[in-house]
């Protein structure tokens, strides 16, 4: 059942003994989100990070009335609004259940105490928020640099397993388009195979 989580905290930190990685795992606080129900709601502020056990999440916020989604986030990735968890202060972005999932959290107090215990886990908290920035410029230059099509053709690369389980809606907004042009841009693909 841990093999998840550890494969997850090895990702981040590949040095991590057993010892410091049954420490960080024994914090960890089993929970189980149905499909459409909120991790974080955009407004309150983030107490928890998450990583998914089983289960799909997509991270979004809404401008002027629309809804964008930034991420979508599968078993072994860490799902939450870490600005809001770091900061205490509200989110700014909506985590919710696109199926029904367990999760495995960690509090942002057992994560302070983590980092008393050692500058291991300092280093995990280090390493941790480089993933996330960097997850976050990717899709940032994405969005600004990339055409609908090649971000969609980029989802396909590497994570194909995503049309399977997402609806074609949730998709589009990830491309920051409407549901209609996403079917043109895969009817036009398909004419090409």
Sequence with gaps: MFTVIKQSLQRIMP????????????????????????????????????????????????????????????????????????????????????????????????????????????????LIAEYVYLVAMNSYKSLLLKTAEERYIELLETQPHILERLPQHYIASYLGIQAPSLSRIRNKLAQKR
């Design 15 to 126: 040095a991590m003994s057993e010892e410091e990685m049954i420490a960080f795992i024994s914090r960890l606080e089993n929970r189980t989100i149905a499909k459409h129900e909120f991790f974080v709601r955009e407004g309150q502020v983030a107490s928890e990070m998450a990583v998914v056990f089983k289960g799909a999440f997509r991270m979004y916020f809404t401008y002027k009335e629309r809804e964008q989604t930034g991420h979508f986030m599968f078993e072994g990735q860490w799902i939450g609004d870490y600005e809001s968890f770091l900061s205490r202060k509200p989110a700014a972005n909506n985590v919710e259940a696109l199926e029904d999932s367990e999760v495995f959290c960690l509090s942002y107090d057992k994560m302070q105490a983590l980092y008393k215990m050692g500058a291991q886990y300092e280093k995990f908290g280090r």
